[in-house]
């Protein structure tokens, strides 16, 4: 199995900042990709940041300029670091991993979601 592990979350006060992080475990062969996606009641789940194995990057409109998404692939962590930070940001953001596992195929790869993290900004 796959687990993956967020943390750094919280209440923020508009134009502050905060970093938010994602550890992945278990049952992991490569980690492809890892991104960040934030949901708001009642709406889609959308994408804020992604960074591949190698480093390149992709960001929402809405964030870029602000945030700052990277990963130590050595400890198959991603971070997310927020600035700037505005009430509208307010959402739970989930963690996400492409991956192949030890115990198939290393060419399938699986997605995996994090439990979510909790941001509020307060205006």
């Known amino acids: 199995q796959v687990q993956l592990v967020e943390s750094g979350g919280g209440l923020v006060q508009a134009g502050g900042s905060l970093t938010v992080s994602c550890t992945a475990s278990?049952?992991?062969?490569?980690?492809?990709?890892m991104g960040w996606y934030r949901q708001a009641p009642g709406k889609q789940r959308e994408l804020v940041a992604t960074v591949t194995n190698e480093g390149n990057t992709n960001y929402a409109d809405s964030v870029k300029g602000r945030f700052t998404i990277s990963r130590d692939n050595a400890k198959n962590t991603v971070y997310l670091q927020m600035n700037s930070l505005e009430p509208e940001d307010t959402d739970v953001y989930y963690c996400?991993?492409?991956?192949?596992?030890?115990?198939?195929?290393?060419?399938?790869?699986?997605?995996?979601w994090g439990q979510g993290t909790q941001v509020t900004v307060s205006s």
């Open positions: 278990g049952d992991i062969f490569r980690i492809n990709a």
């Open positions: 996400q991993a492409i991956l192949s596992r030890a115990t198939y195929s290393t060419s399938r790869y699986f997605q995996y």
